[in-house]
Structure formats: structure tokens, C-alpha cells
């Protein structure tokens, strides 16, 4: 099946410098990839929609400003989270649909997370 | 607003038990229904999902859903679980109008013992 990667693995930085993470798509385009934030011991939470070529959608609550999202090609969404604070420490996941059109059906595939420390 | 909720938190089966675990959405239109699963330090794997047609659903590794319109239900079965079950399991859905954005349960956490 489809493979998404997604660099770092962890990272460890400190309070008020930022983090880049990549999402890649390794065999397959992605017009729309998914980032997701997991908490110890809860679900999966939607943060952002990233669209390539045009801006990321927002979940509510969600700050675009803090959370800077940029879809630069159909293989590479970035995550950055600017000025970390330590409840920035998470588990963030993201994921891609492989297909175009009609995209409600197509099974999403998952990178294997990042996991942010901020101290 | 549309949901998924997962009702069992955990649960502990012995090996060759037979599993349900119960999920539950809130949608009001057309709806795609997915179990994924996570093995410990794994990502995210789609189990089995349901598009349209048949609401009998068969996934890998032996696993099954029924989608039941009237109780807004997507139960995932397994007859005879095994000890490489263990691992927490999601449901999660979307629905036709809402692009291809997953709204996910709580989740189950899974333990079989051998």
C-alpha cells in the first residue's frame, strides 16, 4: 500500500523556539494531506486541512498563526510549530488520501507521528 | 455537528474470545464509516471500511463491521480474537459533503491474553 513519512520521529526543543515537521507521501500524490494532534491516551484530534497550492483550513480552536502549515508540493505538507511552549508537547500525526476527485471514499493513509517535546 | 463515539474505553480478552466493540455516529447526511488500527509503537492502519452497498463489511486479519442505519451503528467484530490483536482500535467517519475529513471515536484499547 501507499507509504506517508514523517520527520523527525521526536524532537526535543526548548520553550520559544520553533519546529518544523515534514509529511511526506513516498509513492503516491497528495493534493490534500490531514495533520492531527494525539494526547496521551485519547483519540486522534483534527487540527488542520492542507491544501497544495492554496492555504490550510483550520479546525476551530486551532490557532493558524501558531500552528504555520505550508502544502509546498503534491508530495510534502510542513507542520511548524512557531514559539513552542510546553503545552505544545504532543503526539502529531498526519496523513494523506491516496486519490483525486471524488475523495470520500479513499482510504487515508497515516505517517507514524512526531512526537514534540518542549521543555 | 457530526460525531463518532467509541463506548468501551478497554477491554481484556483471553485469547480465542469473541470481540465487539461498539461504535456510534452522528451524522446527518451520506456517511463513510472506517475502523483503523494501531499496534503498540505502529501508525494507523485501516482495518475495513464502509462506503455504500452490502452493510456487512469484511476487513483484514479476520475482522468485521455491520453498519446499521436505524441504530446509527458500526460495530467491529472479530469470532475468535488473538494475542497479535492487541492494540487500540479507532472508528471514525465522514461524511459526503465534508471532503474526505475523518472525525474520529475515543478510541478501545484492546488486550488479549495468551
Known amino acids: 500500500g501507499a507509504v506517508v513519512s514523517q520527520h523527525p520521529s521526536r524532537v526535543i526543543c526548548k520553550s520559544g523556539t520553533s519546529v518544523k515537521i515534514e509529511c511526506r507521501s513516498l509513492d503516491f500524490q497528495a493534493t490534500t494531506m490531514f495533520w492531527y494532534r494525539q494526547f496521551p491516551k485519547q483519540s486522534l484530534m483534527l487540527m488542520a486541512t492542507?491544501?497544495?497550492?492554496?492555504?490550510?483550513?483550520?479546525e476551530q480552536g486551532v490557532e493558524k498563526d501558531k500552528f504555520l502549515i505550508n502544502h509546498a508540493s503534491l508530495t510534502l505538507s510542513t507542520l511548524t510549530v512557531t514559539s513552542a511552549h510546553p503545552e505544545d508537547s504532543s503526539f502529531y500525526i498526519c496523513?494523506?488520501?491516496?486519490?483525486?476527485?471524488?475523495?470520500?471514499?479513499?482510504?487515508?493513509?497515516f505517517g507514524p507521528g512526531t512526537r514534540l517535546t518542549v521543555t | 455537528a457530526q460525531s463518532v463515539s467509541q463506548h468501551n474505553h478497554h477491554v481484556i480478552l483471553s485469547e480465542a474470545a469473541s470481540l465487539e466493540l461498539g461504535c456510534n455516529y452522528s451524522?446527518?447526511?451520506?456517511?463513510?464509516l472506517f475502523w483503523y488500527v494501531q499496534y503498540p509503537g505502529q501508525h494507523l492502519q485501516l482495518l475495513l471500511k464502509y462506503l455504500s452497498g452490502d452493510p456487512l463489511v469484511k476487513g483484514i486479519k479476520g475482522f468485521e463491521a455491520e453498519f446499521i442505519k436505524s441504530k446509527f451503528s458500526f460495530n467491529l467484530r472479530k469470532p475468535s480474537v488473538q494475542w497479535s490483536d492487541t492494540a487500540e482500535y479507532f472508528c471514525a467517519g465522514t461524511v459526503n459533503n465534508a471532503g474526505n475529513m475523518l472525525t474520529f471515536g475515543g478510541g478501545t484499547r484492546l488486550m488479549v491474553k495468551p
Open positions: 496523513s494523506a488520501p491516496e486519490g483525486q476527485g471524488d475523495m470520500y471514499s479513499y482510504e487515508q493513509y
Open positions: 451524522y446527518g447526511g451520506t456517511v463513510n
Open positions: 492542507s491544501n497544495e497550492g492554496s492555504k490550510a483550513t483550520y
